[in-house]
């Protein structure tokens, strides 16, 4: 099954702004554990090659792979918004939900087994606090219409340039 990503907003890294100081993994360490612990954060800092980085946080695909594949319906998403939300109840920490992601944007907690993804700061004044603290704005909550309209915009833009 291929993920789609074509209606929910999701948390999206400009790599030509981000400079890899992963400020956005220490805030959400913080935010949603209360320590400054890369490995507890929901968005993770990728190093694609020597120069690219560029940071990946869940993409609330529609029909999300990883809860079609939950067993035990721990895992559900929001249709509004497309946010998965985990009952910690009902995970097991089996980890088939980290094997279905495309993205590689789910964890499991080390010390309570409980699978932990990105629910973009929704209990949060301001939405995602590592979009509200990237020192260079690499960081944006957007929907894949509106990335596909600056990227149009852009191209228009550089062609007109030349």
């Known amino acids: 099954m291929k993920s789609s990503t074509s209606k929910y907003k999701y948390i999206t890294c400009d790599p030509e702004k981000c400079i890899g100081c992963q400020l956005c993994e220490y805030v959400c360490s913080y935010t949603k554990t209360g320590e400054y612990n890369t490995y507890r954060s929901r968005i993770r800092t990728v190093r694609v090659d020597e120069i690219l980085i560029t940071a990946v946080a869940c993409r609330t695909c529609e029909n999300a792979p990883c809860v079609t594949v939950c067993t035990r ?48 700061c929704e209990d949060e004044e301001g939405g995602p606090q590592c979009v509200l603290w990237c020192p260079k704005d690499a960081l944006e909550l957007t929907t894949p219409d509106q990335r596909a309209q600056r990227a149009r915009h852009k191209l228009v833009t550089e062609e007109a340039l030349r």
């Not at 998403?77 to 980290?98: K, M, V, Y």
């Open 73 to 120: 319906d721990a895992l559900e998403q929001d249709h509004e918004t497309g946010i998965i939300r985990i009952n910690e109840d009902l995970c097991d920490g089996c980890a088939w939900c980290i094997e279905a992601c495309d993205f590689g944007a789910i964890s499991i907690n080390p010390l309570t087994k409980v699978a932990e993804i990105c629910d973009q």
